[in-house]
Every structure is written in C-alpha cells, then in structure tokens.
C-alpha cells in the first residue's frame, strides 16, 4: 500500500510590511483571492500572474478555502490599511492639481 503526506506546504510567506504574498514573488494573497472570488479559474489567474506557477495559484486558493476566516480577517485589515494610506496622502497632499493635469492628458486626443 502507498502512504500518502497528508501535509501540504504553503507557496505562501508574510512580508515584513504584513502582507502574505506567494513565495518568490510580489504577487500577494490579495489579489489571487480577489480574482478567484469574482470567478476567475486558476488557469485565467494565471494569465495575470504569469511569473508564478499553477501550483502556486492552487496552493493560496487552497489555503483560502482551507482558512476562510483567517484570510478574509487578513483581507479586511489590508482593505483597513489601504484605507488609512488613502486618507492620509488625501489630508497632507495636494492631490486636485495632480488629478486635474492626468484627466486632461487622458481627454487629449491621441496622436499616431
């Protein structure tokens, strides 16, 4: 008879700054959870992230749906976090001028 492991390791590591991104790369939890909960395959996730692998993907879909509240816990302290970044550029920072000049590049016609 095989034996089988019945432990899988995570392709995941937490940064210094809090985030837990895939092993090796830049890509956080964040963004393949997000994509995988609006429906997207690990295939179509791939296609985004194309420095990681399949396993990778599989591995952070898996250790969402093995840990949901863990990570949507996570999820929502990083949307928190995200938040408090945006509130602070907004309140020590001029952003009008900036928002202003890059709406009008976007509106100016393009030239071929």
Do not use: C
């Amino acid at each position: 008879m095989v034996a089988i492991t019945t432990t899988l390791i995570t392709p995941l590591t937490q940064w210094e700054d809090g985030t837990i991104r895939v092993k090796g790369s830049r890509v956080t939890l964040d963004s393949i959870v997000h994509q995988f909960k609006l429906g997207a395959t690990a295939e179509q996730i791939l296609y985004s992230f194309p420095s990681l692998t399949l396993r990778d993907i599989y591995g952070a879909i898996l250790y969402y749906l093995e840990n949901p509240e863990t990570v949507e816990a996570y999820l929502r302290e990083q949307e928190e976090a995200a938040e408090a970044g945006r509130r602070f550029i907004e309140t020590h920072f001029d952003t009008q001028a900036l928002r202003e000049r890059m709406l009008a590049r976007r509106n100016q016609p393009r030239k071929h």
